[in-house]
């Protein structure tokens, strides 16, 4: 193993890191000021009434635990790498431009709520929105039938398009009325 993969927390055990990945890792000053404030994936967990999501991120945000280091995670990297992929198709087929991305909104009123946009448009329907790029698989869950998926994820992420759409709000001083939630849904626009 090089010196530079064990400077980045490999050792001979464990399974080696491509220096890839590295690039989907937040900064240090970053998961911090995570640590300190309440975003949008925060505000989905708090409403997904699962009691052990909700008490793991009472424990990270307590620093009783670390958060999960995401930068392996396959969907996450998925996201990630298809944001832009996302934006731009959007752009696209609506004609419309998208702004605020990848914006960080801390609340001035309320110094604990916090968000990242992916984006935001000015001319949705004559209003503002707040706009939020999601990949998924798309797969039903056990139990669960193919149509069920969408209303499952718009339910989900819903949280995240609230907190995010009151924190643009305060920034703008404008109301946002609608919320968009583009998803990717495997491979399909």
């Known amino acids: 193993m090089d010196d530079e993969n064990q400077q980045k927390g490999g050792d001979a055990s464990e399974r080696r890191v491509p220096d890839f990945f590295y690039k989907f890792k937040l ?3 970053a998961l911090d000021k995570r640590q300190t404030t309440f975003g949008g994936s925060d505000a ?3 409403a997904s009434a699962d009691e052990e999501r909700i008490t ?3 424990e990270e945000k307590c620093g009783l635990i670390d958060p999960d280091d995401l930068s392996t995670v396959w969907p996450v990297l998925m996201g990630w790498t298809t944001e832009d992929l996302n934006l731009a198709w959007f752009e ?3 004609q419309k431009n998208l702004k605020n991305q990848q ?3 801390q609340s001035k009123r309320l110094p604990f709520m916090r968000c990242t946009l ?3 448009l000015d001319d949705w329907e004559g209003a503002q929105a707040v706009f939020d790029a999601k990949w998924t698989a798309g797969r039903p869950k056990k139990g669960e039938a193919w149509q069920d998926v969408i209303p499952r994820l718009v339910k ?3 949280p995240q398009l ?3 759409g009151r924190l643009l709000e305060e920034h703008t001083g404008k109301k946002v009325k609608f919320g968009i939630l583009n998803i990717i849904r495997a491979g399909d626009e």
Do not use: F, T
């Open 162 to 164: 609230h907190w995010n």
């Open 27 to 29: 900064p240090q000053d």
């Open 92 to 94: 696209y087929k609506y």
């Open 103 to 105: 914006l960080v909104i």
């Open 156 to 158: 989900g992420y819903s």
């Open 56 to 58: 793991r991120l009472w």
């Open 44 to 46: 989905n967990i708090l």
């Open 118 to 120: 992916d984006a935001s």
